[in-house]
DNA sequence: AACCGCAATGAAAACCGGTTCCATCGTCAT
DNA sequence: ATGACGATGGAACCGGTTTTCATTGCGGTT
């Protein structure tokens, strides 16, 4: 049932991991898809990142795609959202300590926002009702100024 | 997500409506659905109700259950959730006004509670973003006292 | 009670995002 | 250059949800 992106559960592998001789590889894939995630400042889905990778005349198959995301996603190198379909969206992370989204729901694009007040608040009530082992997931959505003002 | 409600709430829209004519009808099924969600305390996926369902001797098919749980959703009669796997969750709701879960990621077993505070947050930092037309999800997961006991 | 129209139903098929298989490819240490 | 093994990716698969469409049955009418 559960065991997806869990809360930053295991503790970290370093950007570029080597375990013991073997080690991860470069690949012109792996580099591509970094790019372009360097440059989608929007949340997108693995599918739109895959569009866009072809569109560069990238050759990349949609699989690795969904297994280099994953794995970014779980260094913390991505956050990843859902949007009201269910679709996992991604987009590169900026900021390392926990933080929330506001994002354009019609767009994609985000800001990122501090939410200590808001954890603790979470962990308090989940506290006072008997519950341990809390985790929390809130996301804000909204139209961005530019796509506010064009919907006049 | 939009809403259909007719443009005639003139009377009665109680549990068992009669918009002008032929509108809603009083089916076996709709029936043993809303009983069956009266009974169910933990957010439990549409298969689960439909199972629960069949278990009970009913006869009705899964996509029926679908649609209904859709349509009491958008009235907001059940609150709905997503789980970690991205399935989403139904249960019976209980306080009309706004407010959001602690669920038990083990059971489902969930409790309302308030949050005001959360909502004035969120909609002061998305405006302060310069976002409008603001929503947001919010869902807090743990492992409920009974779960947590039996988790030793 | 028999009749009818239309909403409701539901089995099967379509859909869809995402994951798994597995044969092949390409990197990197040697 | 060579070989081993990780990386790749097209196809098959999976599971939840929606759509299709022929059939059913609720309810008002005759």
Chains 1, 2 share one sequence.
């Not at 295991?10 to 372009?36: D, F, I, N, Y």
């Not at 970014?72 to 926990?98: K, Q």
């Not at 809130?138 to 139209?143: C, K, T, V």
């Amino acid at each position: 049932m559960d065991m997806m992106n869990d809360g930053h559960g295991a503790h970290s592998t370093a950007p570029q991991p080597e375990v013991r001789g073997t080690r991860v590889r470069g690949t012109r894939q792996a580099g591509a898809l970094t790019a372009v995630l360097a440059d989608l400042p929007a949340f997108s889905s693995a599918q739109d990142i895959h569009a866009e990778l072809r569109r560069r005349g990238e050759r990349i198959g949609l699989t690795t795609v969904y297994r280099h995301l994953q794995v970014l996603a779980e260094d913390g190198s991505v956050d990843t959202i859902r949007d009201a379909g269910g679709e996992t969206l991604y987009r590169r992370c900026e900021t390392v300590s926990h933080h929330h989204h506001v994002t354009c729901r019609s767009c994609g694009r985000s800001v990122e926002v501090e939410g200590r007040a808001v954890e603790r608040w979470a962990d308090k009530v989940a506290a006072e009702a008997g519950y341990v082992d809390i985790d929390h997931t809130l996301e804000i959505f909204g139209l961005c100024p530019d796509c506010a003002r064009s919907r006049t």
